[in-house]
């Protein structure tokens, strides 16, 4: 980046149509409440320097100011007696008692002393070290009077071709032969708390040979924070951690520089260099830029060293290199331009690939009252209904297309046809399959496994699902279909509504369905339900499934209650038959014809209790865990730090006429969060039990207890298929994974290539078979079970194997394995 453009955004006036108006306010505003202004400057109390953007509270409120450059503030108050706090990091909170009479101004300095025990700036080896640490200091305290924006951003994405003769790192814009293009403009909303980056997307193009329809590669929704201690990424996926070089602990791990910067930029501005001090772990390269006078970072262009070099066994990602410019928008410094280049290597060809995407920034909207923070969903995009349909008329009056350098080679990225027939198949499928979870979110149809699905009760089933589109109010499905095995109709009418303004809503269901014992998953139900394909496809493949299956027929009522965005509370009323099915059909596509009258219910230990279920369903999903927002490839079941609790309590009443008189209920813990570099941390805390009335389509079983994405985990591996947990269960599930960070270090080619992901799984729980809902506790005369395994994930980009092995106790077999996708 040869030179950093920044601009003074400044701050909003009234315009002409309201200068009457603007004029009538401030003739009587004094006359509409008893004001009057505070005023006056806050120091460093041993330096005597201002302090800017120090915080002016008053004391039990959520309002306040700051001080500004200088150090000076001014707020205005009622009339009358206030306590007043003034913050500023690693300094002593000092509170005074101001009297504000109407109509006068009132003058309090301040003089803060610094905290030694909280204070984060620690004594450095050099120069360089100490004012980084100021930098992140000063920046910290600034952005925490941010508390939302809103931008407008322009991104193009361009792939090219390196010529031969060029090495990766000497590669020039005017060298690169453009290939393919990605095109989008849309806006980024952020609050700061809760922290969101919600990306919404009004129009995108791409060209045919481009991986994906929407956004494929990019650095997510938010600007690298490099002032944080910790820096999260997700290259290609794989969840990295990278200390941050712009922090008050930066010099453990960088060598740090600085000197003036050249004429190129303002006057007084430093240019900061960084450098690893070890290359056994993640880390930045490169340079800053800082303008002291301004107390803010200009320019950013630094790059990941090699161990943050990633491969997903189909393409690896180098080079990865990161640049930004800044704009003062009113007393913040905010993004103006924002690059992420890196280079590409796929299996299928030699040659390597430059990519270099590119967003331009405008239009800021900062602190704006209309942001609410309970609008904002966890999701990082949002795309509007028709924005792959902009016309070229729309993409040519962009303004915003000015200020991305990319432009120059749009042109030749659109008129270029791939000739490598390998390649350009490739990138048609995987752009194909990189839209598919797009189109779905759009996709009127329910579920695929509504519309075919395969198993031994149903056979082969046809049907039809339709739901209504996608919003955060409502959810409504219809299902119909015939199972040419039972011969028998299927259908489900249900929904949920949220009427506007209410935080609470109906929710319903009329059905007739065949479905597997044991599950509680069809709130959570996609539009590509993976689970349900592969018990179609094992079924097809081998005649059979181990699953218990059953009819359930009748309706359910009552309300659904909106917490937050992930979070929901259910009180249902159900009213429904529970009839036992037999297995009807033997086909397989390898043959091997399966003895149906050996399987009338598929799992004879637990058949299906027929008969007639009244009672209520209560249910708690609550979510705190956010999609990573900083992301090169999107994966939207990739979520940062957070946890999950998933509860379910069931009663049949015989009082109202209820043959079956039950209590069960079933609570799982999640918790999921970063270790270092690549490596993660998760516990999952399960306890669960039922009654002696449940009937044993009710009972909790192998398919675990906690909902996470797509993934479900069982409580115990080694035990088998059709065993279920009968009365109480609890358990302690730890994993450890560690990503790629481990095969790059293991001295096997094809294994270090793989991108697979490694994880350990140690599991420890207690099972007892009393009806009763007492808590299992490990006191009890309940039996152990511990088992420990290993799991690879993300082989070939999509499978996951575990292998485990049981290490003490009498459930299941020895050891457990498992392979899905």
């Not at 504000?100 to 080896?125: C, F, N, R, Y």
């Given at each position: 980046?040869s030179r950093?453009k920044f601009r003074?955004?400044?701050r909003?006036?009234?315009?002409?149509?309201?200068?009457?108006?603007c004029l009538?306010?401030?003739?009587?505003a004094?006359s509409?409440a008893?004001t009057?202004?505070?005023?006056g400057?806050v120091?460093?109390?041993?330096?005597?320097?201002?302090l800017?953007y120090?915080?002016?509270?008053l004391?039990?409120?959520?309002?306040?100011?700051y001080s500004?450059?200088?150090?000076?503030?001014e707020i205005?108050?009622d009339?009358?007696?206030?306590q007043i706090?003034y913050h500023?990091?690693?300094y002593?909170?000092t509170?005074?008692?101001?009297?504000?009479k109407?109509g006068?101004?009132?003058?309090?300095?301040?003089s803060?002393w610094p905290?030694?025990?909280s204070?984060?700036?620690?004594?450095?080896?050099?120069?360089?070290?100490?004012?980084v640490?100021?930098?992140a200091?000063?920046?910290?305290?600034?952005?925490?009077n941010?508390?939302?924006?809103r931008?407008?951003v322009?991104?193009l994405?361009?792939l090219?071709k390196i010529?031969?003769?060029?090495?990766?790192?000497?590669?020039?814009?005017d060298?690169?032969?453009p290939?393919?293009?990605?095109?989008?403009?849309?806006?980024i909303?952020?609050t700061?708390?809760?922290?969101?980056y919600?990306?919404t997307?009004?129009?995108n193009?791409a060209?045919?040979?481009?991986?994906?329809?929407?956004?494929?590669?990019?650095?997510?929704?938010?600007p690298?924070?490099l002032?944080?201690e910790?820096?999260p990424?997700?290259?290609l996926?794989e969840d990295?951690?990278?200390a941050g070089?712009v922090?008050s602990d930066a010099?453990?791990f960088?060598?740090?520089?600085d000197?003036?910067?050249d004429?190129?930029?303002?006057?007084?501005?430093?240019?900061?260099?960084?450098?690893?001090?070890?290359d056994?772990?993640p880390?930045?390269?490169?340079?800053?830029?800082?303008q002291?006078?301004?107390?803010?970072?200009l320019?950013?262009?630094?790059?990941?060293n090699?161990y943050a070099n990633?491969?997903?066994g189909t393409?690896k990602?180098?080079?990865?290199?990161y640049?930004q410019s800044y704009?003062?928008?009113?007393?913040?410094?905010?993004p103006?331009?924002?690059?992420?280049s890196?280079?590409?290597?796929?299996?299928?060809s030699?040659d390597?690939?430059?990519y270099?995407d590119e967003?331009?920034?405008?239009d800021?909207?900062?602190?704006?009252?209309?942001?609410?923070?309970?609008?904002?969903?966890?999701?990082?995009?949002?795309?509007?209904?028709d924005?792959?349909?902009?016309?070229?008329?729309y993409?040519?009056?962009?303004?915003g297309?000015?200020h991305?350098?990319n432009?120059?080679?749009?042109?030749?990225?659109k008129?270029y046809t791939?000739?490598?027939?390998?390649v350009?198949?490739g990138?048609?499928?995987m752009?194909a399959?990189?839209r598919l979870p797009y189109?779905?979110?759009?996709?009127y149809?329910?579920?695929?496994?509504?519309i075919?699905h395969?198993n031994?009760?149903?056979?082969h089933?046809l049907?039809?699902?339709?739901?209504?589109?996608?919003?955060?109010?409502?959810?409504y499905?219809?299902?119909g279909?015939?199972g040419?095995?039972?011969?028998?109709y299927?259908?489900?009418v249900?929904?949920?509504h949220?009427?506007?303004?209410?935080?609470?809503?109906p929710?319903?269901?009329?059905y007739?369905t065949t479905v597997?014992?044991y599950?509680?998953y069809?709130?959570n139900?996609?539009?590509l339900d993976f689970?349900e394909f592969?018990?179609?496809?094992?079924?097809l493949l081998s005649?059979?499934?181990?699953?218990?299956?059953?009819e359930r027929e009748g309706?359910?009522?009552?309300?659904r209650?909106?917490?937050?965005p992930?979070?929901?509370f259910?009180?249902l009323?159900?009213?429904e038959?529970?009839n036992s099915l037999?297995?009807?059909?033997?086909f397989?596509l390898?043959?091997?014809?399966?003895?149906?009258?050996?399987?009338?219910?598929n799992?004879p230990?637990h058949?299906?209790?027929?008969?007639?279920?009244?009672?209520l369903y209560?249910?708690?999903?609550?979510?705190?865990?956010?999609?990573?927002?900083a992301?090169?490839?999107r994966d939207y079941n990739?979520r940062e730090f957070?946890?999950l609790a998933?509860?379910?309590?069931e009663?049949g009443?015989e009082e109202?006429?209820?043959?079956f008189?039950?209590?069960?209920?079933?609570?799982g813990l999640?918790f999921?969060?970063p270790v270092?570099?690549?490596h993660?941390?998760q516990?999952d805390?399960i306890?669960?039990?039922?009654?002696g009335?449940t009937?044993n389509q009710?009972?909790?079983?192998?398919?675990g207890?906690?909902?996470?994405?797509y993934?479900r985990y069982r409580?115990?591996a080694?035990?088998?298929y059709?065993?279920?947990i009968?009365?109480r269960?609890?358990?302690?599930?730890?994993?450890?994974?560690?990503?790629?960070?481990?095969?790059?270090?293991i001295?096997?080619?094809f294994?270090?290539?793989?991108?697979?992901?490694?994880?350990?799984?140690?599991?420890?729980g207690v099972?007892d078979?009393?009806?009763t809902l007492?808590?299992l506790?490990?006191y009890?005369e309940?039996?152990?079970?511990?088992?420990?395994?290993?799991a690879?994930?993300?082989?070939?980009?999509?499978?996951y194997?575990?292998?485990s092995?049981?290490l003490?106790g009498?459930?299941?077999?020895s050891?457990?394995?498992?392979i899905?996708?």
């Amino acid at each position: 980046m040869s030179r950093v453009k920044f601009r003074d955004m400044g701050r909003g006036r009234c315009k002409s149509g309201l200068v009457l108006v603007c004029l009538l306010l401030g003739v009587y505003a004094p006359s509409l409440a008893q004001t009057g202004i505070l005023k006056g400057h806050v120091y460093d109390a041993e330096t005597n320097e201002p302090l800017a953007y120090a915080n002016i509270i008053l004391e039990g409120t959520s309002r306040g100011t700051y001080s500004l450059a200088d150090g000076s503030y001014e707020i205005k108050l009622d009339s009358g007696r206030h306590q007043i706090r003034y913050h500023f990091l690693s300094y002593r909170d000092t509170t005074v008692t101001v009297d504000i009479k109407s109509g006068e101004h009132t003058t309090q300095d301040i003089s803060l002393w610094p905290d030694m025990v909280s204070m984060d700036v620690t004594v450095s080896a050099n120069q360089a070290e100490k004012k980084v640490q100021q930098i992140a200091l000063n920046r910290e305290q600034r952005n925490s009077n941010l508390k939302a924006y809103r931008a407008n951003v322009y991104k193009l994405a361009i792939l090219s071709k390196i010529p031969d003769s060029i090495s990766h790192e000497q590669v020039k814009p005017d060298e690169l032969e453009p290939m393919a293009f990605s095109e989008r403009t849309g806006s980024i909303t952020y609050t700061a708390s809760p922290e969101r980056y919600v990306e919404t997307i009004d129009a995108n193009r791409a060209s045919d040979n481009f991986f994906s329809e929407y956004d494929f590669f990019s650095t997510g929704g938010s600007p690298l924070n490099l002032n944080a201690e910790e820096v999260p990424l997700s290259i290609l996926s794989e969840d990295i951690t990278v200390a941050g070089p712009v922090a008050s602990d930066a010099g453990r791990f960088y060598y740090l520089q600085d000197e003036p910067a050249d004429n190129t930029w303002p006057a007084g501005t430093i240019k900061i260099t960084v450098d690893p001090k070890t290359d056994n772990r993640p880390l930045f390269e490169g340079t800053i830029w800082y303008q002291e006078e301004q107390g803010a970072i200009l320019g950013i262009d630094v790059k990941l060293n090699d161990y943050a070099n990633t491969n997903t066994g189909t393409f690896k990602i180098s080079n990865l290199r990161y640049q930004q410019s800044y704009a003062k928008v009113g007393d913040f410094w905010l993004p103006e331009t924002t690059e992420l280049s890196a280079v590409i290597e796929f299996l299928a060809s030699k040659d390597p690939i430059f990519y270099h995407d590119e967003w331009s920034w405008t239009d800021y909207r900062i602190n704006d009252r209309s942001i609410r923070n309970e609008r904002l969903g966890l999701n990082t995009t949002q795309i509007q209904p028709d924005a792959h349909q902009k016309e070229e008329s729309y993409w040519d009056s962009l303004s915003g297309r000015k200020h991305n350098s990319n432009v120059q080679q749009l042109e030749s990225a659109k008129n270029y046809t791939e000739e490598n027939v390998l390649v350009r198949t490739g990138m048609s499928a995987m752009r194909a399959f990189f839209r598919l979870p797009y189109q779905l979110e759009d996709f009127y149809l329910t579920n695929i496994s509504d519309i075919y699905h395969y198993n031994r009760v149903e056979g082969h089933y046809l049907g039809l699902g339709l739901r209504s589109p996608v919003h955060p109010n409502y959810t409504y499905r219809l299902i119909g279909g015939y199972g040419f095995g039972n011969e028998s109709y299927s259908y489900e009418v249900s929904g949920h509504h949220y009427p506007r303004g209410f935080f609470a809503g109906p929710e319903f269901g009329l059905y007739k369905t065949t479905v597997q014992q044991y599950q509680d998953y069809e709130y959570n139900r996609t539009p590509l339900d993976f689970f349900e394909f592969r018990q179609t496809l094992y079924a097809l493949l081998s005649g059979t499934t181990q699953n218990n299956y059953f009819e359930r027929e009748g309706w359910k009522a009552g309300l659904r209650f909106r917490l937050r965005p992930e979070s929901f509370f259910r009180v249902l009323y159900l009213d429904e038959h529970h009839n036992s099915l037999s297995a009807t059909t033997n086909f397989s596509l390898f043959g091997g014809d399966l003895e149906v009258d050996k399987f009338l219910n598929n799992d004879p230990a637990h058949p299906t209790e027929a008969g007639r279920n009244k009672g209520l369903y209560l249910h708690l999903h609550h979510d705190t865990r956010k999609y990573q927002r900083a992301q090169f490839l999107r994966d939207y079941n990739i979520r940062e730090f957070g946890w999950l609790a998933d509860a379910v309590w069931e009663m049949g009443l015989e009082e109202w006429d209820s043959d079956f008189d039950f209590n069960r209920y079933r609570l799982g813990l999640k918790f999921y969060w970063p270790v270092f570099s690549s490596h993660f941390f998760q516990t999952d805390i399960i306890l669960g039990a039922a009654d002696g009335g449940t009937p044993n389509q009710r009972l909790f079983t192998y398919n675990g207890f906690v909902v996470d994405d797509y993934v479900r985990y069982r409580p115990f591996a080694t035990i088998s298929y059709r065993e279920p947990i009968v009365q109480r269960v609890s358990q302690l599930k730890l994993r450890y994974k560690f990503g790629s960070s481990v095969t790059r270090s293991i001295p096997i080619g094809f294994i270090r290539k793989s991108g697979i992901q490694i994880s350990t799984v140690l599991t420890g729980g207690v099972v007892d078979d009393k009806a009763t809902l007492e808590p299992l506790l490990p006191y009890s005369e309940s039996e152990a079970q511990a088992e420990v395994g290993i799991a690879f994930s993300k082989i070939l980009g999509i499978f996951y194997a575990e292998f485990s092995k049981k290490l003490y106790g009498n459930f299941g077999e020895s050891y457990g394995f498992t392979i899905i996708f």
